[in-house]
């Protein structure tokens, strides 16, 4: 087995960060209005399953993904070993669960690959360097005639087979074959010298509604964001995301009307796309949401949110591996839908995509704990201003999170920036509260009530 370097390694993340997670997505009712209009393109069925690496160095093999984890596979590795037109080299594929007649999986891989009866295949579609002879990311078509001819559809290891089209109704045609009549993942479209597209249908979950947040076109009357997740059991819940977009203006007043009446006490804070902490709510609603994707992992490694779990209160359980959603777009509220594991579950995820297990232990950290909290409004010429200050300790270890937090937010719907917020830190507990009691000293002045 190859003993990776950490320069091949970084060759390895730089490819995943720069050009795989480079690829365009589409949904496949945009086909014609997404896809940029070429002089021609190369379409090629997309495979469910995970990016890989061949390496081969001398008579050493390793197949493994972009973290050099090796896919333990002796027949494949057997195949690269076997073939003398491949010496020091690093090839680029999909590595997938293959069961004939059936589409492919990326979930089924991983038990599969533990399986010695299952059929694992690679189909290869790039070449990073090939017998000490380094490629660059446009020389498609030397690498396409490289590639066909070092492997055989027939093999385990096979190079992806592409077809040149002409137009955006060509694309669309294949797309109705291979995905909608064919029941493909979907395909990866190629224009010669141009962007990559992955070419897939909506995607369509159902979560539980977490919280939410204010300030939809710096109007603080309506939701701008809510906060979402999975059921995971009765009580816990693992964050998926937030979404922003989908939401009449009718939407964003009623949602708002309905949230109110079920807010909920929490230890903890999570934050929305426009730094506001997120208002929690009791997990009562159910929302259809739709994403062109869903990914496990980034340029940072894997993907962690975190598991809440709500009983009387929320409060934080650890952090742990989750998935992002690439363009999510509300649906609406399903009324015919209850939270839990049957209707909200993780199961609706998973069959998408597969979440990893921690690549190192996972940090289990107590309810934070309120130290102190103020709040403050004032009226001026019929315009109501508020201001909030919070301390608490966070009560988790001194790697991951500073001891105390000092949060302050400062409403003004009459001043241009409407919404002021600060954020210190302190692994102080009286440097915490100083701050917090100066902090009030030097803002609250004549006309400030406590409430």
């Not at 469910?48 to 002796?74: T, W």
């Not at 446009?138 to 385990?156: C, R, T, V």
């Not at 947040?213 to 009357?221: C, I, K």
């Amino acid at each position: 087995m190859v003993d990776i370097k950490e320069d091949k390694l970084e060759t390895l993340i730089n490819y995943k960060n720069t050009r795989a997670s480079r690829y365009i997505p589409v949904r496949g009712d945009d086909i014609t209005s997404r896809i940029f209009e070429l002089d021609n393109y190369f379409v090629s069925t997309k495979y469910d399953g995970h990016l890989c690496f061949i390496i081969k160095s001398k008579e050493d093999v390793l197949i493994c993904n972009y973290n050099g984890i090796s896919f333990e596979r002796p027949e494949l590795n057997e195949e690269i070993k076997s073939n003398p037109n491949i010496q020091n080299s690093v090839l680029v594929g999909e590595i997938f669960s293959f069961v004939d007649g059936k589409r492919t999986r990326s979930f089924n891989l991983k038990k599969d690959l533990k399986d010695k009866n299952s059929k694992i295949k690679i189909g290869v579609f790039d070449i990073i360097d090939l017998n000490d002879k380094e490629y660059s990311e446009n020389d498609w078509s030397e690498k396409k005639k490289n590639i066909n001819s070092l492997f055989s559809e027939e093999d385990l290891i096979f190079p992806i087979a592409e077809i040149e089209v002409k137009s955006r109704k060509d694309i669309q045609s294949e797309f109705n074959f291979r995905v909608n009549e064919n029941n493909e993942e979907g395909l990866i479209v190629r224009g010669a010298e141009g962007p990559i597209f992955k070419v897939k249908p909506t995607l369509n979950f159902d979560f539980v509604a977490l919280g939410y947040v204010m300030g939809f076109s710096d109007d603080y009357t309506l939701l701008k964001e809510i906060l979402f997740g999975v059921s995971l059991s009765e009580t816990d819940y693992l964050v998926i995301g937030k979404v922003s977009s989908g939401f009449s203006v009718d939407d964003r007043k009623n949602l708002v009307k309905k949230f109110e009446k079920i807010h909920a006490e929490s230890n903890i804070m999570e934050v929305s796309g426009s730094k506001l902490p997120f208002t929690m709510i009791k997990p009562e609603f159910v929302i259809e949401i739709d994403a062109l994707d869903i990914i496990n992992s980034n340029s940072s490694g894997l993907i962690k949110k975190s598991i809440l779990s709500f009983t009387s209160h929320y409060q934080k359980i650890k952090n742990t591996p989750s998935v992002s959603l690439i363009s999510p777009t509300f649906k609406g509220i399903r009324i015919d839908k209850k939270v839990g594991t049957d209707d909200t579950g993780i199961s609706q995820v998973t069959r998408v995509i597969d979440i990893p297990e921690e690549e190192s232990h996972s940090i289990e950290k107590n309810p934070s704990e309120i130290l102190k909290k103020e709040v403050y409004v004032k009226m001026m010429k019929g315009a109501k201003m508020v201001k909030k200050f919070l301390a608490w300790k966070t009560n988790g270890d001194s790697e991951s999170y500073p001891e105390y937090i000092f949060y302050q937010i400062d409403y003004s719907p009459t001043r241009a920036d409407k919404l002021k917020r600060e954020i210190k830190v302190s692994n102080s507990r009286e440097q915490i509260l100083k701050i917090f009691e100066t902090q009030i000293e030097s803002d609250i002045k004549t006309g400030w009530n406590k409430v």
